[in-house]
């Protein structure tokens, strides 16, 4: 464990707010830990009754890339973690779920943010469409669970939360209905 000395707030944004930690290890030394706060997400692999996953391709400019993952996003306020699922599905894919599944979660990267994502399995789909302004440029894409580990070896799924929460799925050998 490591004692914080103090705790500076050094940039406070919309989606990320940055602090500057200064502690001290159990040896004794001072240093500094840089933190990146974020609140907490979902990341839900969607399963159709025909056991396709709906992915979104999307344009992400911290990579510069265009990217295909799972449905994901940040939970507001008071919001609890399933409401968030419905929701973000509603917005990015226009489906609703009627069941969901709680399959687990993992911090983003410990070593410097504080994120943690819940991750789901939403099955059982209804068309219905909430309209969000942050989903502009997100393309719905179906592809076969059985096409996803060669997805995945290719390189075109390539971030962490889609591959991890699509590995669960697989190796839980979970399908949609």
């Known amino acids: 464990m490591e004692k914080t000395l103090s ?17 001290e290890k159990p040896s004794g030394k001072k ?3 840089e933190i990146v706060e974020h609140s907490d ?13 709906l992915l979104v391709r999307q344009f992400r400019k911290a990579v510069d890339k265009i990217l295909l993952e799972i449905p994901a996003g940040g939970i507001d306020p008071s919001e609890q973690p399933i409401d968030c699922v419905r929701r973000e599905l509603q917005e990015e894919i226009g489906y609703l779920p009627n069941k969901v599944d709680k399959l687990g ?22 068309p219905s469409r909430l309209e969000a302004e942050n989903t502009e440029g997100i393309e ?7 096409r996803i580990l060669g997805l995945i070896d290719s390189g075109e799924i390539c971030d962490a939360k889609s591959i991890a929460g699509l590995l669960r799925v697989i190796s839980l050998g979970l399908k949609g209905s």
């Open 105 to 126: 979660g993992f911090y983003s990267a410990p070593g410097y943010c504080t994120e943690y994502l819940h991750f789901y399995l939403a099955t059982h789909l209804i």
């Open 31 to 33: 240093t500094t830990r």
């Open 7 to 23: 705790s500076q707030q050094i940039y406070d944004g919309r989606a990320v707010k940055l602090r500057v930690d200064t502690v």
């Open 140 to 146: 719905v894409v179906r592809v076969p669970l059985s």
């Open 41 to 53: 997400c979902v990341a839900v692999v969607v399963l159709d009754s025909k056991d396709n996953v």
